[in-house]
């Protein structure tokens, strides 16, 4: 991989990273109001992964943290705004940060409902197939949700009408308080590939250079026209389900052990290894980081919130 | 006017709408190569070819799903379900995706979806035959249509294409086979809000939907040799609804009569029992009278479907107990 | 008498009945080894074990129709949703399987299935914080539960759980942190179908569901400070639905107002409205005020919520008007 | 297999065939109202697998046919008294033929929507288990129904919950107009077992003994609680999708190819060789059955509709 790319995906990861850190302090210290699913720990998943895609594509992101808009270039203070249910942001309060939406950047919005995503992707794909362009969709979605069966439908759907869709999962061991095991039958999601006959393929989702090569070639195979695949990334929810989650249900030992497979070190170790980063480098992007957020955090609490009238508006488009 | 079916004529408006705009697209199950198991969809295939009408797997939830991806990406799906009571099946899809996307995400995509749904009782029992308009008219974001005659069918169905929100289009399985006259060609539209008044009257006001209109408009003939002169109100669209048309009559005529094929507990007669309770109070001379389908299922046996469906002589009887 | 939480009276009463009876399980998503995201069943997983209480995989579709099935079979099962909106996601499971299984066949089946479902906006958007009742009420077989009071909440599901009929039990979870008084052990149960009289009156009868009976309740404080003496009914199941107790309170008010989170068009107060437009009409003397969820998905700001949401405001106002 | 049971198959294998016949007369001359999607063609697959319970085990047929009862031992005229939605049958005209229902014989009754079987069959299975029982569930379903999501979720959470379920998909080919090869994406249903880390088996849906060794198999894994399985088998759908289906959508040839796979003269071939089946004995069971059906018949003529009102019983249990 070039290291211009390699660096751009260092970067995003670090500042999604960084970002949630300072929303986890936001909301503990309730001066954002927002409700949000930390994705620490997948961030090289979800960076890696949108950096396949052309500004054309379309993605459906999951529930699971900020990487998705960063790496996708959401403006940080658009998401920050949507957070705080402002003004700013990209839906004026109406969806909050669950819901971010960027039209010009193919970002389609979310499913409050697990699995209502998989649909969606394949309306995407079939718009893509009817009027013959080249563009993909990017379906993320978590390893519980891989047993909703909207799933099944819109996967077969997309197979037999060899829809360019790429279904991602990140594995990440746990819905809420679910280990996969107990929830989901097979050992490895990807294994669900052999139900549709299409490739099903496991990557290591706290490698990004593994997940963008593996992305890659699903992407390709959807802008030939060869329909959709399966992706599943091993990964880890680093963080509780929500921030505040007791996290009972798991044990300090499981999670400091998968701590020390953090992809944000493993990630910059291989890159200064390599001669990428160097320590000036690194402590360059970590104070742009600081800086973007610094700013970002301004905006947002600048902005003011929609009028309580507006939430009248926008059930309906002019007809 | 040349006359042709309610069929015919939702077949002639979505080759019109598919001919004018090469965004709208039609599929769902056997509507491509067999043309639809009501036959409604025949020839379209042939017409527009396979990527833009084809059949699906069975797969209500994706159907719909798709439908509203499809949409926010640029096309303007038209998906059939067999039957209306699939609304159900994928009712996840109808309720939160179609009606709520455009809402929760602040208005930065539009659901110009329709979803064609056969509705009504005719012997297939409970899950293939209900009339579900009342539970989706409590939805928000979806709007309602339920014609009642062939050039209704025809402009709405055109309408529900053109419209940028998501549609529901119920099709009374009865009424396929009837036939009216259709304006012939040019594009013949009927927007979706605006009752139409089938009867002029001033004895009492009779709101008729779908396939109870032409029931309801006998029984004003009958009432009419009785001595009785009342007004049948068609809404056609359920959601936008035109409360004025009903409101005026009522001032009108002073009398209420629903004749609907929904469940009577929260079918549409009691959102316009209510309704009236809110703004026409002073006008309201007699109690209001609500002819629906009975709170069961639909029975399968005809002898029983027959006595739960309601029918010109339930509508009569009504009518007549307020007009005493 | 002591007092406990709307949750832990819940939590008893699961706890009750899997004492009592064998063939109560209890599943759901995180419903056993986490307690519940709501933490309502916590402890039930280690006194009966993982076989009656046990987490299920994100599928609400086999979660409802198992329900069904093991209810079919000997089990009276009591399903968590994690949210009432999920209804939507099963609504097939719900209305066409759960309401009907036993009208088609005849009867030769019952279902004695609980869905417990966590309502109300809290925040959380459109897809997390529905009032859905007035959905399922149009849907015939299903009764439909709605507690506002710790004490009903107890013995509401109790009763819920010993009915041979399916039961969509709504919570408010804008309750689950309330105290009130529970009786201690022995066997609380409410019957559902019977309302409560919540503060009488002559002035004006207000209907109050689920959590706006709170603060309905103020309201009607701050009314008889101004001299209005309102009664306040809490109808606790809407079905069946204790028409008796509303009609009987208009015949000595003449006003009516109903408070709902539900959505206004087709919500509860319609059905209230329509049943009293068909049998108090001569007892009215004042319009029918609705005080509900505007058409609106439901927002997530929270200041663009607390706008939709009705409040104690709201309601005292609507009153007001009819006072005058 | 031992002669007892293949004539038993063979017998019901017949008369279910001769039903048949018997009902599109009676529907195209209009003599009962009834709507039935005929079974033609599929008996050797309904008779043998449900040859394999025990009177107490459960099942959910689908709606394809009349073999699924008499094979499970539904009295015939019963059976004929709900196609024509009279008193007499099982029903009371609620339900017709397509919601048969018979609780002594663990005959649970159907769903309108396809796939609603699968949850149903599943809580079944968790009744069993809950119970500490050995029965099983049966739950029989079509090739279409196959990519309905109701699949998914619940053959998972019998997989994870290890249900005595078997799901026995009726491969045949066609789903109303729809091919099996444009409706789903994968030539076999079996290899969607995969997918579970479940059993997925194929067999010849024609061929009687094959078919009672598969689900027989299934059977005791499932009663050993070792879970659910997946069994297909392949067949044909010999008749249109109802009576009167017009079946423009195959081609004559294709159904003539099939006839010659017809399991009911393939089955008397195969037994006449063994001397299980003699040629007067066949003549007698043909009389027999020819007799039983006379007699059910007339039974169901003589039978009063059900009372109009009751249309409005039945709704709730008592409390
Ligand atoms: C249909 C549906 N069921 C349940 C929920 C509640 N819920 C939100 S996130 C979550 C866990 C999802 O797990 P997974 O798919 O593995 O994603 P992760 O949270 O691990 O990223 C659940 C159960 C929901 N939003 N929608
Ligand atoms: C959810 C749902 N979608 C569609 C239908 C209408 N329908 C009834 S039978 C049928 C075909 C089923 O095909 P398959 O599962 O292969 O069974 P087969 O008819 O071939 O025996 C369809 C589409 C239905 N009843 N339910
Ligand atoms: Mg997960
Ligand atoms: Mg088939």
Redesign the interface.
């Known amino acids: 991989m070039d290291q211009k790319l390699q660096l751009e995906i260092y970067r995003k990861i670090l500042l999604s990273r960084r970002v949630e850190e300072r929303v986890a302090e936001l909301v503990k210290a309730g001066q954002v109001g927002g409700f949000m699913h930390p994705g620490v720990g997948q961030e090289a998943l979800q960076v890696a992964a949108i950096a396949t895609l052309r500004p054309d594509d379309y993605m459906l992101y999951a529930h699971r943290g900020v990487a998705y808009w960063i790496a996708r270039g959401v403006p940080l203070e658009k998401v920050l705004c949507d957070l705080a249910c402002k003004e700013g942001g990209t839906n004026h309060g109406k969806g909050g940060v669950m819901r971010v939406v960027y039209p010009k950047l193919g970002v389609l919005g979310e499913s409050g409902t697990l699995g209502g995503c998989f649909p969606i992707a394949t309306g995407a794909g079939l718009s893509i197939k009817v009027k013959g362009e080249d563009k993909v969709v990017l379906c993320f979605f978590g390893d519980g949700t891989s047993n909703r069966g909207t799933f099944h439908e819109s996967v077969n759907f997309c197979a037999v009408r060899k829809l360019p869709v790429i279904f991602l999962c990140e594995n990440n061991g746990w819905a809420v308080s679910m280990p996969t095991e107990r929830s989901t039958a097979v050992k490895d999601i990807a294994a669900r590939a052999a139900g549709y006959n299409i490739p099903g393929v496991i990557v290591d989702g706290n490698d990004p250079e593994a997940v963008y090569d593996a992305v890659t070639t699903a992407v390709k195979r959807a802008r030939a026209g060869e329909g959709p695949s399966l992706v599943e990334g091993k990964t880890y929810r680093l963080w509780g389900h929500w921030i505040g989650d007791p996290e009972s249900y798991r044990s300090r030992e499981e999670v400091e052990m998968r701590w020390r497979k953090d992809p944000l070190p493993r990630y910059e170790e291989k890159l200064t290894e390599a001669k990428v980063l160097t320590p000036s480098l690194k402590s360059q992007i970590e104070e742009e980081s600081k800086a973007a957020i610094d700013k970002a955090v301004e905006f947002m609490r600048a902005q003011p919130l929609p009028k309580p009238e507006s939430a009248l508006e926008g059930v309906f488009a002019e007809a | 006017m040349r006359t042709i079916t309610y069929a015919q004529a939702i077949n002639e408006a979505l080759a019109e709408e598919m001919r004018r705009d090469r965004s709208v ?1 039609l599929y769902g ?2 509507v491509a ?2 043309g639809g ?1 009501f036959r409604l969809t025949a020839g379209l295939k042939q017409e527009f070819g396979d ?2 009408v ?22 303007r ?1 038209v998906v059939e379900l067999q039957f209306a ?2 609304l ?2 994928a ?7 179609a ?12 659901v110009p979806l329709v979803i064609r749904c056969p509705s009504g009782a005719a ?6 035959g209900q009339c579900p308009e ?2 989706f ?5 979806l ?1 309602i249509v339920s014609p009642s005659t062939p050039a209704d069918a025809k402009g709405l169905l055109k ?1 529900a294409i ?4 998501p549609v529901l289009f119920f099709e009374h399985k009865l009424l396929y086979a009837t036939k009216g006259e259709v304006p012939e060609g040019g594009d013949y539209l009927v927007p ?1 809000g605006k009752a139409a008044i089938r009867r002029e009257g001033d004895a009492l006001t009779l709101v008729a939907i779908s396939n109870m209109v032409p029931k309801a408009l006998k029984a004003a003939e009958r009432l009419a040799a009785d001595g009785h002169n009342v007004e049948v109100i068609d809404p056609r669209s359920l ?1 936008p609804f035109d409360r004025t048309a009903i409101i005026e009559s009522v001032k009108k005529t002073g009398k209420i009569v629903v004749a609907e094929e ?2 009577k ?10 309704m ?4 026409a ?1 002073e006008y ?1 001379d ?5 002819v629906a389908m ?4 639909i ?10 469906i309601p029918n010109e002589e339930k509508i009569y009887t009504s009518c007549k107990e307020l007009l005493r």
Chains 1, 4 share one sequence.
Not at chain 2, 276 to 279: A, D, K, Q, V
Not at chain 2, 286 to 290: E, H, I, S, T, V
């Open positions: 697209i199950e056997d190569n067999f198991i990527e833009r084809f059949d699906t797997p069975i797969s209500e939830n994706a159907l719909v799903g798709a439908g509203v991806g499809a949409a926010l990406t640029g096309l799906p009571d699939f159900f099946t009712a996840d899809e109808v309720v939160l995706k009606g709520m996307w455009r809402y929760g995400h602040g208005g930065a995509y539009n012997g297939v029992g409970p899950e293939h009342a539970f008219m409590h939805a928000p974001g709007k309408s053109r419209d940028n929100n979706l959601v929904s469940y507990t929260l079918g549409v007669g009691a959102e316009i029992g209510a009236l309770l809110e703004e109070l309201l007699a109690p209001l009278r609500r009975p709170d069961v299922p029975p399968t046996g005809a002898n029983l479907e027959k006595f739960v």
